[in-house]
């Protein structure tokens, strides 16, 4: 009997204790303050950066303009996102100058992903010329739906070897301009100015020579398949730098050799990283053969292992 009382009191405190749940339950439901809960909206990005970089000019310049609130992302990596939806208050866009257009890497990657943003900027890197560059990516980026506010340039090391020495590119005045360049551009953009740099006849006459003599696609001039343009020599030792810096990862290590193979941007990070200058450009009429086999570059600016860590398909 004792056993039998202590049980009826027990159901009748867990009956008590249950119907104290379910009306504390309701009351809460019903109270406004607690009728919907608020997750926080992440914070917006202030300034998304994306850049593509053989030997890090451009990977430089994205971090001048980038500043300390800045988010930079390699194109090379973000060029396989399988939802490449983007949106910050300001996104630009930091790319070399390939035959006075963006490598085709780059259009890719706009053509594939979705921007928002408040304020649009792209910047590009050249040695010689950069002729058409903004005109072309003025135009480009609307087709594919982004207006761009500021489009410049700067002049820096040209890395094309077939037609210049890099020893005497680097020794060249207009390096000592670049600093003053990268302020001009960035208080531009800082200030939000609506800025698409000129394009000149003559701008116009130089790109269209270039083309009529070289024969280019002029969409995607500098695409093409690796071991048609580049090949390693005798001195190679089967470091894979080659591997590791290929934006394409068409570069693989066959019996202590670097061999290529696969789709080629012609950025030639391959050739100017490779530590031992184990890689030459096979001469492709009408261009000359590479005037300086000893002469390599990248930035002074960014490490080999900043270059990878952009690139690498591994």
Same mark, same amino acid.
């Given at each position: 009997?004792?056993?039998?009382?202590?049980?009826?009191?027990?159901?009748?405190?867990?009956? %008590?204790?249950?119907?104290?749940? %379910?009306?504390?339950?309701?009351?809460?439901? !019903?109270?406004?303050?607690?009728?919907?809960?608020?997750?926080?909206?992440?914070?917006?990005?202030?300034?998304?950066? /994306?850049?593509? &970089?053989?030997?890090?000019? #451009?990977?430089?310049?994205?971090? *001048?303009?980038?500043?300390?609130?800045? @988010?930079?992302?390699?194109? #090379?990596?973000?060029?396989?996102?399988?939802?490449?939806?983007?949106?910050?208050? @300001?996104?630009?866009?930091?790319?070399?100058?390939?035959?006075?257009?963006?490598?085709?890497?780059?259009?890719?990657?706009?053509?594939?992903?979705?921007?928002?943003?408040?304020?649009?900027?792209?910047?590009?890197?050249?040695?010689?010329? &950069?002729?058409? /560059?903004? =005109?072309?990516?003025?135009? /480009?980026?609307? =087709?594919?739906?982004?207006?761009? +506010?500021?489009? &410049?340039?700067?002049?820096?090391?040209? !890395?094309?070897?077939?037609? /210049?020495?890099?020893?005497?590119?680097?020794?060249?005045?207009?390096?000592? $301009?670049?600093?003053?360049?990268?302020?001009?551009?960035?208080? #531009?953009?800082?200030?939000?100015? +609506?800025?698409? *740099?000129?394009?000149? *006849? @003559?701008?116009?006459?130089?790109? =269209?020579?270039?083309? $009529?003599?070289?024969?280019?696609?002029?969409? $995607?001039?500098?695409?093409?398949?690796?071991?048609?343009?580049?090949?390693? !020599?005798?001195?190679?030792?089967?470091?894979?730098?080659?591997? #590791?810096?290929?934006?394409?990862?068409?570069?693989?290590?066959?019996? @202590?050799?670097?061999?290529?193979?696969?789709?080629?941007? +012609?950025?030639?990070?391959?050739?100017?990283?490779?530590?031992?200058?184990?890689?030459?450009?096979?001469?492709?009429?009408?261009?000359?053969? =590479?005037?300086? $086999?000893?002469?390599?570059?990248?930035?002074?600016?960014?490490?080999?292992?900043?270059?990878?860590?952009? +690139?690498?398909?591994?």
């Amino acid at each position: 009997m004792k056993d039998m009382d202590i049980n009826k009191k027990m159901n009748r405190r867990d009956a %008590l204790k249950r119907m104290g749940t %379910l009306i504390a339950g309701a009351a809460i439901a !019903t109270t406004p303050l607690a009728a919907k809960v608020v997750t926080p909206k992440p914070a917006r990005i202030k300034r998304l950066v /994306f850049f593509f &970089s053989a030997t890090g000019n #451009s990977l430089y310049v994205a971090r *001048q303009l980038g500043g300390d609130k800045a @988010e930079l992302r390699s194109i #090379s990596q973000e060029i396989h996102n399988e939802n490449p939806v983007y949106e910050a208050e @300001e996104i630009g866009f930091v790319c070399p100058v390939y035959c006075f257009i963006p490598p085709a890497i780059v259009q890719d990657f706009i053509a594939r992903s979705t921007f928002k943003a408040d304020y649009f900027f792209t910047v590009g890197t050249y040695g010689a010329h &950069s002729t058409i /560059f903004p =005109e072309f990516v003025d135009k /480009f980026a609307k =087709e594919h739906g982004v207006q761009m +506010n500021n489009i &410049s340039t700067i002049q820096m090391v040209d !890395t094309y070897l077939p037609y /210049f020495d890099a020893e005497k590119e680097k020794a060249d005045p207009k390096n000592q $301009r670049v600093p003053e360049r990268i302020a001009a551009v960035l208080a #531009s953009i800082n200030s939000r100015e +609506n800025y698409i *740099q000129a394009v000149t *006849q @003559e701008d116009r006459m130089i790109c =269209e020579g270039y083309y $009529r003599h070289s024969g280019r696609d002029r969409q $995607r001039p500098t695409v093409t398949r690796s071991e048609k343009i580049v090949f390693s !020599t005798d001195a190679c030792v089967g470091c894979g730098v080659c591997t #590791s810096v290929c934006p394409h990862g068409s570069w693989k290590v066959v019996d @202590e050799k670097g061999v290529p193979e696969g789709d080629c941007e +012609n950025c030639l990070a391959c050739v100017h990283n490779c530590p031992q200058k184990a890689i030459s450009i096979i001469p492709t009429p009408p261009e000359p053969e =590479e005037p300086n $086999r000893n002469a390599r570059y990248r930035n002074p600016n960014v490490k080999l292992g900043d270059l990878i860590k952009a +690139n690498s398909q591994n």
